[in-house]
Antibody, heavy 118, light 108 residues
Framework: EVQPVESGGDLVPPGGSLRLSCAAS????????MTWVRQAPGMGLEWVANINPDGSDIYYLDSVKGRFTISRDNAKNSLFLQMDSLRIEDTAVYYCARDSRGGVFDFWGQGTLVTVAS | DIQMTQSPSLLSASVGDRVTITCRAS??????LAWYQQRPGKAPKLLIYKASSLEGGVPSRFSGSGSGTEFSLTISSLQPDDLATYYCQEYSTGILKTFGQGTKVEIK
């Protein structure tokens, strides 16, 4: 069964840092694009960043460029999101998902909650 | 950037009703549109991709149509299990992926 599992969410103060992880299983991780999508409390879905199979092609939402870094370790079937200079508006559940067929998110993790507050 | 607009924002219908949700793109996206279902407290689930292709394991009462800028998701006979928020998402540019604001489906 394809099942991404996120971890690393926490309560952090504004300006702080956090690193999210996503452990993938059930598919050949090293061959797939992966993505992060977030959902602020009571709000809709917002794509954050994605990365190609070998990590050489990366894209970000404008509002997180320069603050967030997506990366992967194919040997460990893991995806990461390093979040620096966190803002209150970054508060959300962060989902990792497989990004297939040119931009379709076909398998999602259960999400991890990031709360930015003082 | 492409904007995606869904309507209605809230839909209330009875079990067995046929319901349709509309998604409009601010510019042509060909058929590069997906639909997701998000049940309360759960992660989103892919229903439809390429505007009208049903994802494996998704009940056949769900269907999608449209191309260019106008798209729709139809549930042919609403079931209690369909209580959820539905999102459209474009993937035409290969870079930014934009979601609609969501349509909450309630059961009367």
């Amino acid at each position: 069964e394809v099942q991404p599992v996120e971890s690393g969410g926490d309560l952090v103060p504004p300006g702080g840092s956090l690193r999210l992880s996503c452990a993938a299983s059930g598919f050949t991780f090293s061959r797939e694009w992966m993505t992060w999508v977030r959902q602020a409390p009571g709000m809709g879905l917002e794509w954050v960043a994605n990365i190609n199979p070998d990590g050489s092609d990366i894209y970000y939402l404008d509002s997180v460029k320069g603050r967030f870094t997506i990366s992967r370790d194919n040997a460990k079937n893991s995806l990461f999101l390093q979040m620096d200079s966190l803002r209150i508006e970054d508060t959300a559940v962060y989902y990792c998902a497989r990004d297939s067929r040119g931009g379709v998110f076909d398998f999602w993790g259960q999400g991890t909650l990031v709360t930015v507050a003082s | 950037d492409i904007q995606m607009t869904q309507s209605p924002s809230l839909l209330s219908a009875s079990v067995g009703d046929r319901v349709t949700i509309t998604c409009r793109a601010s510019q042509s996206i060909s058929n590069r549109l997906a639909w997701y279902q998000q049940r309360p407290g759960k992660a989103p689930k892919l229903l439809i991709y390429k505007a009208s292709s049903l994802e494996g394991g998704v009940p056949s009462r769900f269907s999608g149509s449209g191309s260019g800028t106008e798209f729709s998701l139809t549930i042919s006979s609403l079931q209690p299990d369909d209580l959820a928020t539905y999102y459209c998402q474009e993937y035409s540019t290969g870079i930014l992926k934009t979601f609609g604001q969501g349509t909450k489906v309630e059961i009367k």
